[in-house]
């Protein structure tokens, strides 16, 4: 009688802590994630979305900081549990140690791309983005937001000083080109509505840090850049992302847009929300596309905070203290993850397969028409030929950014051999006259 009280009472006392460990998960989480019509906003809305769908966690949204600084305010003094920031900035700006940082503030995931858009009249267009700035009057936000930050310490690299030009600030939603903005500035994603809005703008048009494909070769001024900041990158926006708009690929610079959190959350909470999020990407995505960066195989060491401890568990697909707990049970429950991981990687590897194929056709694109070239002997022919390799590169970068392509040595190559097509067209064409 005594053995089946024992029994009785541990059965009572597992479910117990497991209900109310499942309880913990449904509680209502602070996320700060700026203001309505940001890029930030919109991507804490969709995922917010995501997790109380999937797993049943309540968000309540905390939109009271101006910018990422703000938001990162806001964890410190424990005012919110989660929040997206921009990843490039200096956030001991704040007045925090980078000590005090990593000690309270964790990352989850990066969860999409900020790109930088430098947008002004064609009218006063310039091939120097010195000569573009100087005695502008420079859109930029809100002053103590990320964007204005980034883009004072972006110009104070091309050697634009305090001065040159001369800063607006306003609301993120306000700063658009007009009377009183001749540049505006954002740090924000490709479909941020007030971007379409000005792209379609056939009196505007968007600046390029240079020559996209020097990027392969390391070429380029954004290069330089990511040399001295590893959280900045190139990013290319294709020909006519904005139907007529861009009317070339265009160079720019992006950092992460990342979902961070507190260090003290509970370590299967920030599990479940990392699996919710990585096992439903394809859904988030048909939603907004801009998260197709999401992938647990991240590199983390160009983010700004430590892991959180739950996002290492997932990464590492291991709950010691589950294993220890109950081990018959975890037992299955890994050996089924342990088969579903591995089919991941085969679907992984078939998926790299088959983009390696792509860039292959693209090779033999090159190659038929460097046939044509030897056999062409008149200026228009060579001139068509021209027109045929830009359209080749423009349907690569668009696979590219479709993640049909991958931009690893193979697709240098393609650039490489594309460009050694042109420059024996215009020897050809030098020739001819």
């Not at 602070?30 to 890029?39: C, E, F, H, P, Y």
């Not at 704040?94 to 430098?118: A, Q």
């Not at 703008?201 to 001024?221: K, M, R, T, V």
């Amino acid at each position: 009688m005594k053995y089946n009280k024992l029994i009785l009472f541990t059965a009572i006392t597992f479910l117990t802590v497991f209900f109310s460990s499942c309880n913990n998960d449904k509680k209502s989480l602070v996320i700060a994630a700026l203001n309505k019509g940001t890029s930030n906003f919109q991507a804490g809305e969709l995922i917010v979305k995501e997790l109380k769908n999937d797993i049943g966690i309540n968000f309540r949204f905390d939109s009271t900081a101006v910018g990422s600084l703000g938001n990162v305010k806001l964890l410190m003094e424990n005012k919110a549990d989660f929040a997206i920031i921009q990843n490039t900035l200096d956030y001991e700006d704040l007045g925090y140690s980078k000590d005090e940082l990593n000690r309270n503030i964790r990352t989850v995931l990066p969860l999409y791309t900020h790109n930088l858009f430098i947008i002004y009249q064609k009218a006063d267009a310039h091939q120097n983005i010195v000569e573009l700035f100087r005695g502008k009057k420079v859109g930029l936000g809100p002053k103590d937001g990320g964007t204005a930050w980034f883009v004072e310490e972006l110009l104070s690299y091309y050697g634009l000083q305090e001065g040159d030009y001369t800063p607006v600030y306003t609301k993120y939603n306000e700063n658009m080109v007009g009377e009183t903005i001749d540049i505006s500035c954002s740090v924000t994603s490709y479909n941020n509505p007030r971007i379409v809005s000005m792209m379609r703008n056939p009196e505007l048009d968007i600046f390029s840090l240079g020559n996209p494909s020097n990027i392969a070769i390391g070429g380029s001024s954004v290069n330089g850049i990511n040399l001295r900041n590893n959280t900045l990158f190139p990013f290319i926006i294709p020909k006519d992302t904005y139907v007529n708009t861009p009317t070339e690929p265009t160079l720019t610079i992006s950092t992460f847009g990342v979902l961070i959190c507190r260090v003290g959350l509970d370590e299967d909470l920030v599990y479940n929300m990392m699996e919710s999020i990585v096992q439903n990407k394809a859904l988030i995505i048909t939603e907004n596309p801009i998260f197709n960066i999401i992938h647990e195989e991240f590199n983390h060491s160009n983010l700004r905070f430590p892991l959180h401890d739950g996002v290492n568990m997932y990464l590492d697909r291991s709950k010691p203290s589950f294993l220890v707990k109950y081990a018959e049970v975890i037992a299955l429950i890994i050996t089924l993850l342990v088969i579903f991981s591995g089919s991941l990687r085969s679907l992984n590897n078939w998926s790299k397969l088959k983009k390696k194929n792509r860039i292959d056709v693209y090779y033999q694109k090159i190659i038929d028409l460097d046939i044509e070239i030897k056999n062409s002997n008149s200026k228009d022919k060579l001139q068509e030929l021209v027109i045929k390799i830009f359209k080749i590169r423009d349907e690569a970068f668009k696979n590219l950014i479709d993640e049909k392509l991958i931009a690893d040595e193979s697709f240098n190559i393609f650039l490489r051999i594309q460009e050694d097509s042109l420059k024996r067209i215009y020897r050809k064409q030098e020739e001819l006259e």
